[in-house]
């Protein structure tokens, strides 16, 4: 299996100010025959469900803000929210679907 | 409206039985991969069962032999059989259809207690 793994676990950040979430796997998730890495990212809010931000590792899921982004490529993936606002409060998953089973990372929670 | 909405979470005793619904509004599950994924409380996200749009499935190591994923395509709706259930299985299980091997619309979730 994938470990996919995460930091830091937690990190709390002013408001307005930039928040940096990174993710690695124990493998690369990088699909050479389509240049594609098989990442997403997921916020999850206190009691909701989780809600898909970013997919193919930096693509934006439609709907969500663009101060939300993501990058990497291989084995090394960075979730970065340019300017926190008080609704960003939630812990972060990155998943990896290169391989089954599908994996995710333990999470990440940012606080203000 | 695209949703899904689960049901038929509650309190068993280990080595119990329950089934899950996941009933799907404004597209078709027999047409899309659909998955459980579980949440222990205060954990992360665990991926348990997949069922794809030809009926093939997979399970997790965890819950292989023990669950069984299935769907009625009359009612537009997905189930998760499970038996033999341990204290370990208890979480909230929610419903996720796939894009591609990722999830793009979850359910609420429905909480599943294993205790004596």
């Known amino acids: 299996d994938i470990v996919v793994t995460q930091s830091p676990d937690s990190l709390a950040v002013s408001l307005g100010e930039r928040a940096t979430i990174n993710c690695k796997s124990s493998q690369s998730v990088f699909y050479s025959s389509n240049s594609k890495n098989y990442l997403a990212w997921y916020q999850q809010k206190p009691g909701q469900p989780p809600k898909l931000l970013i997919y193919w590792a930096s693509t934006r899921e439609s709907g969500v803000p663009d101060r939300f982004s993501g990058s990497g490529s291989g084995t090394d993936f960075t979730l970065t929210i340019s300017s926190l606002q008080a609704e960003d409060v939630a812990v972060y998953y990155c998943?990896?679907?290169?391989?089954?089973?599908?994996?995710f990372g333990p999470g990440t929670k940012v606080d203000v | 409206e695209v949703q899904l909405v689960e049901s038929g979470g509650g309190l068993v005793q280990p080595g119990g039985s329950l089934r899950l619904s996941c009933a799907a509004s404004?597209?078709?599950?027999?047409?899309?991969?659909m998955n459980w994924v579980r949440q222990a409380p205060g954990k992360g996200l665990e991926w348990v069962s997949a069922?794809?749009?030809?009926?093939?499935?997979d399970y997790a190591d965890s819950v292989k032999g023990r669950f069984t994923i299935s769907r009625d395509n009359s009612k537009n709706t997905l189930y998760l059989h499970m038996n033999s259930l341990r204290v370990e299985d208890t979480a909230v299980y929610y419903c996720?259809?796939?894009?591609?091997?990722?999830?793009?619309?979850w359910g609420r979730g429905t909480l599943v207690t294993v205790s004596s």
């Open positions: 996720a259809r796939e894009a591609a091997r990722y999830f793009d619309l």
């Open positions: 404004g597209f078709t599950v027999s047409s899309k991969y």
């Open positions: 998943q990896q679907y290169y391989n089954t089973p599908i994996t």
């Open positions: 069922i794809f749009s030809s009926g093939n499935t």
